[in-house]
Each structure stands twice: as structure tokens, then as C-alpha cells.
């Protein structure tokens, strides 16, 4: 069995400007804080749940409830949404993201997605951009029993056993497709292939977190499927040669 588990924002859609805008924006809205920006690397998260309880942590100088993070989301929605209903081109697919689940499907890819934007926020996105997931197995940012925010490798993970669903990991193939050093890390994480994909042809962070494979878009669909089918799980400089994926 070979699983191909697609990140969202960057990958399969051109979103990654509008969603950092609408973020900041919603979120400094919410919050009545001029918020300039939301720096995924300075708060040291990769999900919108995780974002938004730092966000909230440093602005109202506690942890967020429920309530509250329920409000700052639908805050960051309604920008989200009449940012790219004005405009329309900060919402296009990545080429060839349309096209390539079917590719992938006939080559024999059961095929998931895994995302660290909220899922009304991801189904948004998608829906604007026309990459149609369907009923494929999906994992997005989401909040754990204990109230912590899912890790991506943890969201990755959720989307894995959903596709194996109850079968073992042995012999099986997996590969997680992603633009950012954050996929690159869940992949290693859970010793999984990693493909990067950087539709801005910026390789050097992807680089240097060990991907071997990196794609600047879907187009050739065979050039994504050996991609697929030599991907390894990344590992840094000075770390002992990847080992392939199981
Ligand atoms: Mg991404």
C-alpha cells in the first residue's frame, strides 16, 4: 500500500499570503490589537489553533477559553473569506493540484490530507481554489482532549490512521507532501517520506532540513509520482543517511 497525506496553504493552494493576513487581521480584530503580523516561526507553532492560543496568551496575558478561541476563529474567517471573495487570485491552486489525485489514484496512491489550518478554513480555501478533496481521509488544526493544540506531526499522524484504518504500517509507503520546514519536521518525526513542494521555487529551507525531493508544482504528474516512489524521511546535515520510508 502507498499513502500520499497533501499539507494545504502552500501546497495544494496559493494561500499561504491571504491565510497570514486574514490571521493577523482576524485575530487582531479579536483581540483589539493592532496586529501587524503573525510570525509562524517567532511563536513557534505551524497550526492555527496554536497561533491563536499564543496569540491570546500574549495579548490578554492568560490562556484563551473555549469561548474565546471559538471567537477569534470566526474572526479570522470572516476575513479570510471577504479578503479572497474581493480578490479572488490570492486563492488559486498550485498547477496541476487539481488534476493530480487522480494521477496519483490510478498509479495506485491511497491519498489524504493533513493541514494545521482550521478545517472551515481549510474547506474555504480548497472550495475557492477548486481542489476538490472530497471524501478523502482529513486531519486539520484541532485542540487535544487535554486542550493542547495537535502538533503537525500529531495532525499527520491522525490522517495516517485513517488511512490504514486498523491495518499495520508494515510494508506500507508513506509520504507527506508539504512546503514548509514544519512538514519536513512532522515527516522526520514520524519517520515518513517527505516531498517538498515550493510553487515560489524557494528550495533552500526545504533543503536544509534534509528533503531530497522537491517540486515546484503538480504538472508532471510522473514527475510527482517518482517523487512519491523515492521519497525518504528527511534528516539534517550531519545526521546518519535516510533510511527509506517504510
Ligand atoms: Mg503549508
Same mark, same amino acid.
Given at each position: 500500500?502507498? @499513502? ?7 501546497? @495544494? ?9 486574514? @490571521? ?5 480584530? +479579536? *483581540?483589539? &490589537? ?23 496568551? !500574549? ?23 471577504? !479578503? ?11 498547477? #496541476?493540484? !487539481? /488534476?493530480? +489525485? ?5 498509479? #495506485? ?18 472550495? +475557492?481554489? #477548486? ?19 495537535? *502538533?503537525?506531526?500529531?495532525? =499527520? %499522524?491522525?490522517?495516517?490512521?485513517? *488511512? ?6 508494515? $510494508? ?18 514520524? $519517520?515518513? %517520506?517527505? &516531498?517538498? @513542494?515550493?510553487?515560489? #521555487? =524557494? ?6 532540513? $534534509?528533503? %531530497? /525531493? ?17 521519497? &525518504? ?5 550531519? /545526521? ?7
Amino acid at each position: 500500500m502507498n @499513502l500520499a497525506i497533501f499539507d494545504i496553504d502552500g501546497t @495544494l493552494t496559493r494561500t499561504t499570503h491571504v491565510d497570514d493576513l486574514s @490571521l493577523a487581521a482576524g485575530f487582531g480584530k +479579536f *483581540l483589539g &490589537v493592532n496586529l501587524p503580523r503573525v510570525d509562524w516561526f517567532e511563536f513557534g507553532t505551524s497550526t492555527d489553533q496554536g497561533l491563536c492560543i499564543e496569540a491570546c496568551r !500574549r495579548h490578554l496575558g492568560r490562556a484563551p477559553s473555549d469561548a474565546e478561541i471559538a471567537a477569534a476563529r470566526e474572526s479570522f474567517l470572516q476575513e479570510l473569506r471577504s !479578503r479572497i471573495e474581493a480578490d479572488r487570485s490570492l486563492c488559486e491552486p498550485v498547477p #496541476g493540484a !487539481r /488534476e493530480i +489525485f487522480e494521477h496519483l489514484r490510478r498509479a #495506485g496512491w491511497a491519498l489524504g490530507v493533513a493541514s494545521g489550518a482550521w478545517e472551515q478554513s481549510a474547506r474555504t480555501k480548497l472550495k +475557492f481554489a #477548486g481542489v476538490e478533496i472530497g471524501s478523502m481521509p482529513a486531519t486539520f488544526s484541532h485542540a487535544l482532549p487535554d486542550g493542547r493544540p495537535a *502538533l503537525r506531526e500529531e495532525i =499527520v %499522524g491522525g490522517t495516517i490512521s485513517k *488511512l490504514l484504518n486498523g491495518s499495520s504500517r508494515d $510494508g506500507t509507503r508513506i509520504v507527506y507532501i508539504g512546503d514548509g520546514v514544519w512538514d519536513a519536521r512532522a515527516a522526520r518525526a514520524l $519517520g515518513i %517520506g517527505f &516531498v517538498g @513542494l515550493r510553487h515560489d #521555487g =524557494v528550495h533552500e529551507h526545504l533543503r536544509a532540513e $534534509g528533503a %531530497g /525531493e522537491i517540486l515546484n508544482d503538480f504538472r508532471a504528474p510522473e514527475a510527482v509520482i517518482e517523487a512519491l516512489s523515492r521519497a &525518504v524521511s528527511p534528516l539534517r546535515a550531519g /545526521e546518519p543517511s535516510p533510511q527509506p520510508a517504510m
